[in-house]
């Protein structure tokens, strides 16, 4: 324990050296957060350094190998670090769909060639990756999907298309499933590619969402280029890949309904509704309010306690189902509370006062939440069925 003990207040002391005051600040949207890349532009100094300083501490993926750019801690000191950056306000300095989902799914099936390739370049930053799994004809149903790659040797040639390709184009790299034999079976036959999105016979056309914007798009592959060397895992076995980071993915998902917001939804919602005696007229929509940063902190615990379970080896193979439905559900409920506590000013559509409808727009946008990575419906039907033991119907 006092090691621990040790360890929170050097964290605190070097996060309080290090961490530039701007970047202490509540975020103001999407051009706050860091995703790094070749084509990222920092939006700041500050956001430049301390994406720099945090990647040289191996604190961007502070639980991964140091060998790999990691900072080499215990679960325990992960959360400690994690607890002493949320209360000196500190924003992630780097956020990635490599290190959500690619990373874990490298350190348990990546070679260790491509480990060393892929990994420091992930947790310095450097590359931006996407996710190539659903296609036009397979969303929930996955496994039925017909991209190809064809053995030509030294190289896959790979053509087809994925859609809701979180973005694709803004990304370096993909990580991409493919179909390498297709007469087996649907779930077999499935490879795990890596390569990059500058690549010949790669394009990407966006998707508009109903709130105006969105990161998704159409991604398109004719007649790609693709060493072998970028193949994870076995030939024909990427759907014990796919399955594993698909975890990570609705554990990244589920983690939308942790709100690392400095100001508070009864905050928010003071500014339009007022106050009586201290407390928020409203009284319905305090009693919403109050019931919902109940849920929201029992569902950080929750989410706590999954980590460590998942640690020592106990948790259930589902738990990400489980977790990924409610984060959501509860996501889509903050924002709804959000639209309520904003008043009418929430409303707003365009402008530099609400930041071109910010509120609004989140808030349409949160509505994929309960689709994406899975869909709401075939959460609760894997928990049912995996978790309860109830029958199939």
Not at 112 to 119: N, P, V
Not at 156 to 183: E, H, M, Q
Not at 342 to 360: F, P
Request: with cysteine.
């Amino acid at each position: 324990m006092s090691d621990l003990e040790t360890f929170r207040r050097e964290t605190r002391a070097w996060l309080e050296s290090n961490c530039p005051p701007e970047m202490r600040r509540a975020s103001q949207g999407e051009s706050d957060t860091c995703w790094g890349g070749r084509k990222w532009k920092f939006q700041s100094d500050a956001q430049r350094i301390w994406l720099e300083r945090m990647a040289e501490k191996g604190w961007t993926v502070p639980d991964w190998p140091r060998e790999y750019g990691g900072g080499g801690l215990s679960h325990d000191e992960v959360k400690i670090l994690r607890q002493e950056m949320r209360a000196l306000g500190c924003r992630s300095p780097l956020d990635s769909f490599g290190i959500w989902m690619l990373g874990p799914a490298l350190l348990k099936y990546g070679s260790d060639a491509q480990k060393r390739e892929h990994l420091p370049k992930i947790a310095r930053g450097e590359i931006r990756w996407c996710q190539g799994y659903s296609e036009p004809g397979s969303g929930s149903d996955l496994a039925s999907l017909q991209t190809r790659a064809v053995d030509h040797g030294d190289h896959y040639v790979v053509n087809g298309s994925k859609i809701w390709t979180s973005y694709a184009d803004k990304a370096d790299w993909i990580f991409c499933l493919v179909r390498t034999d297709p007469d087996a079976p649907k779930h077999e036959g499935i490879s795990f590619l890596l390569f990059d999105m500058e690549s010949q016979g790669v394009s990407t056309k966006p998707i508009t969402l109903i709130s105006g914007a969105s990161p998704f798009c159409q991604t398109f592959f004719d007649d790609v280029l693709v060493p072998k060397a970028n193949l994870v895992g076995e030939l024909n076995k990427g759907w014990t890949i796919a399955k594993y980071l698909l975890t990570h993915e609705r554990d990244m998902i589920g983690g939308m309904g942790q709100t690392s917001e400095s100001r508070s939804l009864g905050q928010t919602a003071a500014e339009s509704v007022g106050l009586e005696n201290g407390i928020l007229a409203d009284t319905v929509l305090r009693g919403q309010i109050a019931a919902y940063e109940i849920d929201a902190w029992a569902f950080r615990l929750m989410m706590e306690r999954a980590g460590d379970m998942a640690k020592a080896g106990q948790a259930h193979p589902a738990i990400s189902s489980l977790l990924k439905y409610y984060g959501t559900e509860l996501n889509k409920r903050r924002m709804e509370l959000v639209m309520s506590a904003g008043g009418t000013d929430a409303l707003e559509w365009e402008g530099a006062r609400t930041r071109d409808g910010s509120q609004v727009r989140a808030w349409l946008r949160s509505k994929a939440n309960s689709i994406e990575g899975g869909t709401s419906e075939v959460q609760l039907n894997i928990v049912a069925k995996r978790i309860l033991g109830l029958p199939d119907a």
